[in-house]
Structures are given as C-alpha cells and as structure tokens.
C-alpha cells in the first residue's frame, strides 16, 4: 500500500530538551492517522515539522514518497488547518478558500468555479460572500478546511480544530470531520490531546509521551490491549492498582498492594514474583452485586462501600472503598437501571475477570 | 424607593465631578485651540486700509493666490512631507518588524528604547547634531576626502535631501509606535497559515499583513505628516535659506513683517492643507479617522 506520510527516525532537540525523540511513522493512503498525547509530549513540534515549519535535527520526513528535505512550507503538498483556524480576517469567505489557487495562479473564473463547488461540498454554499466574523463556530471550521482541501493536498494536518468549540459543537463537528474525510479521501493526520476525539475520527491512533510513541494500533487496539501503563492510563477511564507481583499463574499475575489488596490480571510482558507492577481496571469491566452470588462465576469477589455516586447518563459510576485495604475504586452503574436507587454509604460486592485487567512492569514503556 | 432618591442626589453631584476632572482638558482646548483660531479667522479676514483702520476683506488670501513665492512654497511643503512620511514609513516598517515579530523579551525592550533615546535630547540639540556632522568642516565630508570618495570636502547641509534626513529622523518614533502595536496584535499563525496556503513573502505582506496594519499605518503617516508640514526647526535649520517652508513664511509675517493678517491668512491655509491631505490619505486607504486614532 502506498505510503502518504513516511516519517523516518526524526529527531528534534530544543537545548538540551528533546522534543521528539528517534520518531518513525507511516501513514497510508486514505487513512485518518491521529497522533494523540499529553501537552508538551512533542506532537506539535511533530506537526510542524511535517508542515516545514521546523526541519528536523535528524532523520527525514517522506510525503507521497518525496522526500521534504529543504522544502519550504508554501512548496509542500501538504496543508494545516491551524488550531484557533487562522482563518483571514481581511477578506472574505470565497477569498479565504481561493487564497491558496490564486497563488498557484489559477484563473479567476476557475478559482471562482472551485471556490463555489467547495462550498457547496462543505455545505456552505452562497456564502462567498461572507465576512468570517459573520460565521459561526462551525462554519469557520468548514471553512478552514475548504481553504485548505481546495488545493487537493496529499496531506491535511488538523492542530486541534475543534479545540476551541464548546462541547455540543464539538460532539457535532467530530461526525461531520470524519464523513469529509470519508467524501474527499485525502490523508488527515490529526493531532489531539483528547482520546474521545483520536478514538471516535481514526483509523489508527499513535499514543505518544515525552517525543516517543507509546503505542501505535486501531483505537480498539488501544483501549483493549494497551501495551505499556501510560497507554492504558491515558486512553479511557482506568482504575490503576500499583504493587507488588505475588504468584504468577501462567499469565495471571496477583498483585498486592502497599495496602494489602491482592488483586488478579493479565501479564503484559515478562513479569516474575517480587517485580514492581501496575495493574489497570476498567471500570465497565468491573460487576457490581448486592450479594456475592450474584456476581459472575470465576470472579475474584470484594466487599466495598459505596463512597459517592457520579451520574452522568450512560457514563454514570460509582466510587467504591474496598472495606478492608480503603482502595477506592471506579466501577460503572449498568444501563439497566438495576442500581438506580443505590446509596452511598451501602454495602456492596464487586469483582472483575483476571482475563480483562492488565498488567505491566511498572514504568515500562513502548518498544 | 430609597435607592431611587440616592440615586438622585447622586446624578447631579456625578456630572460636577466629571465637569471637574474634564476642566483642564477644556481650560487647555478652549484657551489655546479653539480661542487663538478664532481670533487668527478674524485677523486673517481684514485688510488695513488706513493707520488703525481695518474693513472686512479677502486681501490677504488673494496675496496668496497672486504672489506665485508663496503658494510655491505652499506645494512644495506639502509635496516634501508626503515624501518625508513615505520615507519613515519605508524605514521604520522593518524596524518595528523585528520589534513586534521577531525580537524576545529584554531585546524588545532594549530595541524600543533605543528608538526613544533621541528624544530625551531637545529637537535644537539634535538638529544642530545633524549640523555639526554634515556642514562643509563636519565629520561626513571629511570623512569622504578620507576614503578618497570626494577631492575636497562638500556642503552636505541646505539641501532638499538634508531636510528630509532631518524630518525622517525626528519623526521616525511616531511611525514605530503605532506600527508596533499594529503588527504585535497581527496573529503570527495568519502568516503562517498564508506561506503553508502558497503564499511568499511579499504576497503575505501585501494581502495579509499590510491590511491588518493599515490602521498603524495611517495613524503613523498621519502624525508623521502632522509634524513634518508644522516643522519650523529642522527645514530652517537644515535647510538654511533655500528650505523655502511654509511655516516660515508664516514666521516671517508675523514677526519680520508684523503683518499679523497675512500671517493669520497662511496659518489658516496651512490648516486647510494639512487638513486636506489627511482626508485624501483616509480616503485612499480606505480608513476611518476615529478607527486610526485609536490605533495612534
């Protein structure tokens, strides 16, 4: 498969900071690529390094099988639609997206022509003659990216677009992203630092931490078999367990805590008796019961007490103290409505299949 | 109720307090502006027609219009300080570039005062600073025989290029100012989004950066012009006797002539003219002068 974005072990160093640290990527074809990370892990500087903005200190970075050596940004088949959108405010909606054809000197009837079937596609059509500040949230955003897909770049780069929209907006502008891509099939590499946006948009999602990427894989991939603790910390909601590794039983660890707590998971990696270790638990993972038969067979059954009820719809939880150890812990409410009148302060029992928890070396990272 | 009485009482005691803290600006604007200019309108109107006998006239306009000396002079004014703005205008852009753009933290600060520093020295000062570089015995001509440039030292001072230096140096900080604070609040992703979009430099500067700065601009240009068409010291001084400035004709009325009318009657035109341009200059660029002035 032809390869749209090949990033070949860059490097780029601020002093003695590095940014991004011997960093490889291959982006194919019609994909949605989402590199996703915390602040300050050097996915910016990853971007714009593959805008031509910033040239990396080593390594090379290939677009459409060209390498992008000493290219200069305004030469690069590749557009940005910048975080707060950089939309101009100068000039007009139709002069915004024909910006970038009347400097390819295309002609002003054909500029006209495109300009008009691009809004059209983005669903804006008639207004080209707009002002931006006459826009909404959403609409700026279609704009920027017609500014950007006007041009048929090998390559869009999203900076966290939706960044700046409040919640409902962005639920919404997340769908309508992923069906433009879906229509144009150009290659959008995404960078968030909002899992819920790399998880719901790509196809594939690289995890990424102090200028290495944890993980690469599907978004199921990620959620389902985190490789290393900092994915499993950052993707989703977790409940972590550090301890000690107690019995190792094939690939089911036991793992104690300081507290006590003895708890089961499976192995990521080697793990022998006595390492440190991380245990991860989703919180839809875990049952929750009124009585211990009610939980499911096999197992590993805990009394806790209910310590705060969080609801939020269908993500409601609970927050549960183990009675003995005081290990709090994050458990989901089913849909059903089964817990609808459960009271903090109650007593309850939960537990979790070993197959379904993670664990890891404590500190280990991506290969 | 209660709220509504203090309410009351607190109305008219407000306005007095606002009427006092505006006294000085009024004391200040009806005094000196607005009081002198009607009296200068009076003057500028009368003709003498006997000792102490005066009578309502348009002479001293019409002098104006026959004598060709002093309308010459009026064009080439105006014509001299147009391209003295342009010149500061070419000169300063870079320069609050890289102060805006470019230049960080201490650096900036450091740059900006050095474009402050001449004017802790009084305008005489400076000009005669100028002088002492550029006359005939000053260090400029020698420094050209020195490096073989000339045989012979040249009178660098009293020409038309000797006064604009002098006009562009004094007001080259009116021009940084407004251009820096015009360029600092231009968003650095629109050019970066511009040069990813195709653009070159030259495109960016002309379609996005130019007009996001256009009130700078103007709000520079118009001061620079300002001061440059009411510039006594620098053209006389720099310019000597062929610096043939209006203001000094208007000097030479009132003080060598003591023909108070005729000056009167310059002083008004000189107001028309400024004026005017300053309204052409909006016009052209497309600005509005309360927009400009909040930029200045």
């Avoid at chain 1, 939309?87 to 997206?97: A, D, Q, R, T």
């Avoid at chain 1, 704009?143 to 950007?148: D, E, G, M, T």
């Avoid at chain 2, 420094?143 to 040249?154: Q, Y």
């Avoid at chain 2, 290029?161 to 629109?190: C, K, Q, R």
């Amino acid at each position: 498969m032809q390869q749209d974005l090949e990033v070949d072990r860059v490097t780029k160093r601020y002093g003695s900071h590095t940014a991004v640290d011997t960093l490889s990527l291959a982006v194919p074809h019609g994909s949605f690529f989402s590199i996703l990370g915390p602040s300050g892990c050097g996915k910016t500087t990853l971007l714009r390094m593959i805008a031509g903005f910033l040239a990396p200190d080593e390594g090379d970075i290939r677009i459409g099988g060209r390498s992008m050596r000493g290219v200069a940004p305004n030469r690069r088949p590749v557009n940005m639609v910048f975080q707060h959108l950089a939309l101009f405010p100068m000039m007009s909606v139709g002069e915004n997206i024909g910006y970038g054809l009347a400097r390819r000197r295309v002609a002003p009837d054909a500029t006209r022509s495109r300009v008009d079937a691009m809004l059209e596609r983005v669903g804006l059509a008639g207004a080209r003659d707009k002002r931006i500040d006459q826009l909404s949230g959403g609409q700026k955003q279609r704009v920027a990216i017609a500014r950007s897909l006007v041009l048929e770049p090998t390559l869009l780069l999203l900076d966290e677009p939706l960044g700046a929209l409040d919640l409902k907006l962005r639920e919404h502008m997340k769908i309508e992203l992923k069906q433009l891509q879906a229509d144009f099939g150009t290659t959008f590499v995404y960078i968030t630092h909002d899992q819920s946006e790399a998880l719901v948009l790509s196809d594939h999602v690289a995890v990424m931490s102090a200028g290495r990427f944890e993980q690469v894989g599907t978004p199921q991939e990620l959620y389902y078999q985190p490789r290393t603790p900092f994915v499993a910390g950052f993707v989703g909601a977790n409940n972590r367990v550090a301890g000690s590794a107690g019995r190792v039983d094939g690939e089911i660890v036991e793992i104690v805590t300081g507290a006590g707590l003895a708890v089961r998971a499976r192995a990521s990696g080697a793990i022998v008796a006595g390492d440190a270790v991380e245990a991860f638990v989703r919180p839809e993972t875990v049952a929750l019961a009124r009585v211990t038969a009610e939980l499911p067979p096999g197992a590993q059954p805990f009394t806790g007490r209910v310590e705060s009820l969080l609801f939020d719809g269908a993500n409601s939880a609970v927050l549960v103290r183990e009675i003995k150890t005081h290990t709090e812990i994050r458990i989901a409410l089913p849909q059903t409505g089964r817990f609808a009148d459960l009271d903090a302060g109650e007593t309850v029992v939960f537990g979790f299949d070993a197959q379904r928890a993670v664990c890891f070396r404590a500190g280990s990272h991506g290969d | 109720m209660a709220t509504e009485t203090a309410g009351d009482l607190a109305a008219p005691r407000t306005r007095l307090a606002l009427l006092l803290l505006l006294a000085p600006a009024l004391v200040w604007l009806v005094g000196l502006i607005v009081l002198p200019h009607i009296e200068l309108a009076v003057l500028s109107l009368r003709a003498r027609v006997a000792p102490r006998i005066y009578e309502m006239s348009l002479k001293q306009y019409a002098t104006f219009v026959d004598e060709p000396l002093y309308w010459h002079t009026f064009v080439r004014t105006a014509a001299m300080s147009i391209l003295a703005t342009a010149c500061t205008l070419l000169i300063a852009f870079p320069a609050a570039w890289y102060i805006a753009k470019i230049a960080r933290g201490r650096k900036k600060s450091v740059l900006f005062v050095l474009c402050l520093i001449p004017f802790w020295v009084s305008e005489t000062v400076r000009t005669l600073g100028w002088m002492i570089l550029l006359r005939e015995s000053g260090v400029m001509p020698r420094l050209l025989v020195d490096l073989g440039i000339t045989p012979a030292p040249v009178e660098m001072l009293y020409h038309d290029a000797t006064i604009l230096v002098g006009l562009v140096y004094t007001s080259m900080l009116f021009m940084v100012v407004p251009l820096v604070s015009a360029l600092e609040s231009l968003d650095d992703s629109l050019i970066e989004a511009a040069y990813d979009l195709g653009g070159n430099g030259w495109s960016i500067l002309r379609q996005i950066v130019v007009p996001h700065a256009a009130p700078g601009i103007v709000a520079g240009s118009i001061v620079v012009f300002m001061l440059a068409v009411g510039n006594y010291l620098t053209p006389t001084l720099l310019g000597g006797k062929n610096s043939l400035w209006f203001t000094e004709q208007i000097y030479t009325q009132f003080i060598t002539r003591f023909n108070w009318e005729q000056g009167a009657a310059f002083g008004f035109l000189l107001l028309l003219l400024s004026t005017a341009i300053v309204w052409l200059g909006l016009t052209l660029s497309g600005q509005r002068f309360g927009d400009v002035m909040r930029r200045a």
